[in-house]
């Protein structure tokens, strides 16, 4: 089956800096898409930063500027650099890919189990 797994989040004073990954595995054809996005206690999940496998990036107008999002695709691996972080950027950090992982179903999207990041003042 297809997994994706996170890591580099934690515990970071305000403008300090993270950098997230998450690498996809398993029985994967291709991936069109890798994203992040973001949950704090009591909010919506949010969209975060997004990369197309033609290197294509969206970001949210919250984080223009201070997160870069970036992938490997030989590693099926994504990025997000967090820069400038602010203890708003608190939240609970989901990993996202739209996947092939069949040669029959059409793609999909799958999410990691999520990674903590908090920010302190």
């Known amino acids: 089956q297809v997994q994706l797994v996170e890591s580099g989040g934690g515990l970071v004073q305000a403008g300090g800096s993270l950098r997230l990954s998450c690498a996809a595995s398993?029985?994967?054809?291709?991936?069109?898409?890798m994203g992040w996005y973001r949950q704090a206690p009591g909010k919506q999940r949010d969209l975060v930063a997004t990369?197309?496998?033609?290197?294509?990036?969206t970001y949210a107008d919250s984080v223009k500027g201070r997160f870069t999002i970036s992938r490997d695709a030989a590693k099926n691996t994504v990025y997000l650099q967090m820069n400038s972080l602010k203890p708003e950027d608190t939240a609970v950090y989901y990993c996202?890919?739209?996947?092939?992982?069949?040669?029959?179903?059409?793609?999909?999207?799958?999410w990691g189990q999520g990674t903590q990041v908090t920010v302190s003042s």
């Open positions: 990369i197309t496998d033609g290197d294509t990036t």
């Open positions: 996202n890919a739209h996947i092939q992982y069949s040669t029959f179903w059409r793609a999909r999207d799958f």
């Open positions: 398993g029985r994967i054809f291709g991936i069109n898409a």
